[in-house]
């Protein structure tokens, strides 16, 4: 009984552990509670006007100077998140590479001006039958922005990732709560975009850290009532329980969360006749990439029976049997990832066809891929739910017109894939209004793993992938998250905000008429 | 008992009143129900994937056509409008401009394509460590909206109004519920809606039109499952109540409500001296149109006491005395307004300074006007509320500074104006930065009524004067609201959809890197 009320009592501090051993790492981190909530919106609250109205220049040499603090950082970066999450040096240094382009494309974005949207509609003054004003519009950031880490991109889409970055790059503050997973690493980052705070002379409201397990704490920052906007990445589960506050709140607020997909594959007649075995090596190549803990993961492949089709399975039984076992994030992750493979390997009319090479460590994810027929799947809506990690659905259809009927019954995801040759492009034509519907990325003959930042990139798509369709959370349109349209009308030049002043100082883009 | 059983039991039909006799009309309208709202989403479901593709000229010549056939139907659609709103000839002619104006401006913007958002990155085979797929961006209809008519604009916020303009605009088919106070002016224009379709051989689904009386219809509307955005203007009971039936769907979809604002007026001190008693005369103007039944209304107006503000209320009572009681748009809106100024009239330390003329008609709307301090305004939040109609109340400030600090108490508004002389240019910048972040327009030296239809335009503003201060109801940024990003990769011409062919045979603006 007592040991059960210690263990039930409110843990101060927490510790994040190494997936790959299973220890306990030696730092604690506080588990902060309302208190900390209240104290980091009140300065992110009071830095914002000063923060939304700072000049592009000091803006896009914020955005620069973190990506370098985070360079500056070095290798004790590089392996505090690769003992937090598992993650290979490799793939870990890769993934700043990424984060810190990432920031600089966004330094280009805030100065290039392109999202202030501005248009300037001059005043008529002898229009008739009425004469028309001076209207000029601009963007302006939202508000505090609350931010949270994911587990699976510790540096990418954590604390100075994709959403911060455009959140920032907007004129909002950032009120980031830390994957406790990767706690060590976030507070790292936390330290580079602090130093740049201080080197820019900026408020310290522009970016603060709050730290906790459990979904206490990010319950009572999404209810905070000057957080204006929430950036997510992860679960369907936790991202829509952050809708859910949101929108109870007494001033709803949006929720940019990017939930869960399948990320269906589609390997048309043509292409599997053409390079069946360099498609099924492909395949498990994609799937396995980060031990298969990616959004855009291949969960599902969809093609037409026959002898070309298990050419492509016996391509990817073999490279499966020869892919290693991978540290999965953490603990609860691997067990879940279990679970799911059970699940399918246990569903009537599943038939198991490879796993990855077995390993000794503790947390190893080892690939999973199954077959099933199109009779079979449409009946199990199981079979369609995302398993986080390498594990992977193949279903042979009788025909195209089946595989068009089985992509009408997906839900919304991030990506759709087609595989293809020339002789392909009028079934292609069938399956693309349908997928156009349910996706918001369409690639053909690539993999879905792997997400640009550019500006033409969509990591986004309709629900349940994302809670808004509306939008991208990579790429240089993320920024349009977190901007609002004021319209001045007959302002004196010298009370206009610099962007919209008549001799356009910043350069800015402008849409005349 | 017999008797209340009668009139509880669901009518098949329900008529119009002309509020200005306040007689029935002689029209039967059916009240459509759950079998009505089925068939008109999906016949919506059915045609977008088609008209979501059609050519820009084809949707742009649809919309202009649209606005000929309202034009085509001549007086009697003024007359219809006229008695069914108790809105004279003059406004609703002045009305039907805008609308149709509002339908040709959004046909420019479909033709000239930058609502698409082209975007592409060109592929960089040689790019190290990685090379760069080719990716492109477009824009596409979020899926069949909902839109509601509004009762104090039967054809500018009605059934071929911003809403309807702007989704069709976007490749979107709408589904209109009628206001039921104008259901025969929504039917005739509904019936120009539907030649055009069938001269533009475009799918009947493109536009749906439903009719009825009380909640259910829209409710069962906003919950059906092929619905994906709503647009509504009204009261802020009735926009919640949308908001929250669209949050509680197993797919949220995102509202667009447009609800309230009292829409603050500053008096500065220097423009009180320069031209009180013209002020006073341009407020009552501005407070009267369209018997104060105006979204933008001057609800409040704040300035420094003295002998000023008294000789701009003198000014503003000479006007309002003289000016003519007018029909309100239905019993309803007349009670609640003749409500709202008795509870403000009844309110400790808040002074009536006047009531317009009174009339012998039914449901005439008499303008008033009320002062009070900054300590009462302050303590009593009922002052802040908008009361629906031509009332307005006047708070007497001792400084500027008390200015700023009651517009920081204020909720999100549509509008925030300042009247201004060039000594008060310090006085504006201390009120600025607080009114930015509470209202999607501000003007200077003019009025908030009336809103040109233009780039520029934002008619929203942070909640509750609207569910979503990311967007705007007026101009053409409007369009906005009903599109989402779509990434093709790698994708062969061919495939493209024609906005991303490499040779752009639309024409629409790229952004290419």
């Not at 009592?9 to 309302?34: C, E, H, K, V, W």
């Not at 382009?101 to 008529?124: P, T």
């Not at 000794?360 to 369609?384: D, H, P």
Request: net charge negative; aromatic share 6%.
């Amino acid at each position: 009984m007592i040991r059960n009320v210690i263990m039930n009592a409110p843990t101060a501090t927490f510790r994040s552990i190494n997936p790959s051993t299973g220890q306990t790492l030696n730092t604690d981190y506080p588990s902060q509670g309302l208190e900390d909530v209240e104290k980091a919106c009140h300065l992110a609250a009071h830095a914002f006007p000063i923060y939304r109205e700072s000049s592009p220049d000091l803006r896009a040499a914020f955005l620069e100077l973190i990506a370098e603090n985070i360079i500056g950082l070095g290798d004790q970066l590089i392996q505090m998140a690769s003992a937090e999450t598992g993650l290979p040096v490799a793939r870990i240094t890769g993934e700043r590479a990424r984060t810190v382009n990432q920031l600089r494309i966004f330094a280009d974005v805030v100065r290039e001006g392109s999202w202030a949207d501005i248009r300037i509609d001059h005043a008529m003054p002898r229009r008739e039958p009425l004469p028309r004003s001076d209207l000029r519009l601009r963007k302006v950031g939202l508000g505090p922005v609350a931010v949270f880490g994911a587990s699976n991109f510790p540096l990418a889409f954590s604390t100075a990732g994709g959403d911060t970055a455009s959140a920032l790059a907007a004129g909002c503050p950032v009120v980031l709560k830390a994957h406790p997973a990767h706690a060590g690493t976030s507070l790292l980052v936390a330290s580079a975009i602090r130093s740049a705070i201080e080197a820019c002379r900026l408020h310290e409201g522009v970016f603060q850290h709050l730290t906790g397990q459990g979904n206490e704490l990010g319950t009572l920052l999404v209810n905070d009532s000057r957080i204006k906007a929430v950036g997510f990445t992860g679960s369907r589960a936790g991202g829509l329980a952050l809708v859910a506050v949101a929108a109870a709140r007494r001033e709803p607020i949006p929720v940019y969360a990017e939930m869960s997909s399948v990320n269906p594959v589609f390997l048309m007649a043509g292409a599997l006749r053409d390079r069946a075995a360099m498609l099924g090596e492909a395949f498990i190549s994609s799937l396995s990439m980060g031990a298969g803990q990616f959004c855009t993961n291949p969960g599902i492949v969809f093609a037409v029976d026959g002898p070309d089709l298990t050419r492509f399975e016996q391509a990817a039984i073999e490279a499966l049997s020869k892919t290693r076992a991978a540290t999965m994030l953490t603990a609860g992750i691997h067990r879940s990832y279990e679970t799911g493979v059970e699940r399918i390997a246990s569903s009537e009319g599943v038939e198991q066809l490879a796993r990855g090479c077995a390993s000794e460590g503790v947390n190893q994810g080892q690939g999973a891929i199954f077959a099933t027929n199109a009779e079979v799947f449409r009946k199990n809506s199981e079979l369609r739910e995302e398993v986080f990690g390498a594990s992977s659905v193949i279903v042979r259809c009788p025909n195209v017109e089946t595989m068009v009927a089985l992509a009408r019954d997906m839900e919304g995801q991030l990506t759709s894939t087609l595989h293809l040759a020339d002789e392909d492009y009028d079934d292609a034509k069938q399956l693309l209004p349908v997928l156009e519907d349910r996706c918001g990325r369409l690639l053909v003959n690539g993999w879905p793993t792997g997400v640009e930042v550019c500006h033409a990139m969509v990591h986004g798509g309709p629900f349940p992938a994302t809670s808004d369709t509306r939008t991208t959370s990579v790429g240089s349109m993320a920024i349009d998250r977190f901007l609002r349209p004021i319209c001045y009308q007959d302002f004196p030049d010298s009370l206009l905000p610099t962007s919209l002043k008549e001799e356009n100082p910043l350069k800015f883009p402008r849409r005349e008429a």
